[in-house]
């Protein structure tokens, strides 16, 4: 069983910026967040593997950053330039075998 716990969401104004993190309860191949917002089904935002390649959803290309501590099983997203499009609840997720695990969310609202 696989636990992964989310942190860093809140409100913040248009422009501005946050961090999440994500702690697994072990080391993982691939992490990644995704989003869902109010009455929308959920998306990818990025992932990371733990050789560093990534991926990103085109909207968040240019804006958001995934980077991972494989020593502490964390994966971090640095959201810059937030935007009200991008107020959703975020979850971590990690594949393993044929599970896949989720956190619990954690809000990120972007309004002034």
């Known amino acids: 069983q696989v636990q992964l716990v989310e942190s860093g969401g809140g409100l913040v104004q248009p422009g501005g910026s946050l961090r999440l993190s994500c702690v697994a309860s072990s080391r993982l191949y691939v992490m990644g967040w995704y989003r869902q917002a109010p009455g929308k089904q959920r998306e990818l935002v990025a992932t990371?593997?733990?050789?560093?390649?990534?991926n990103y959803a085109d909207s968040v290309k240019g804006r958001f950053t995934i980077s991972r501590d494989n020593a502490k099983s964390t994966v971090y997203l640095q959201m810059n330039s937030l935007k009200p499009e991008d107020t959703a609840v975020y979850y971590c997720?990690?594949?393993?075998?044929?599970?896949?695990?989720w956190g619990q969310g954690t809000q990120v609202t972007v309004s002034s």
């Open positions: 997720n990690a594949p393993a075998g044929t599970i896949s695990y």
């Open positions: 990371i593997t733990s050789g560093g390649t990534t």
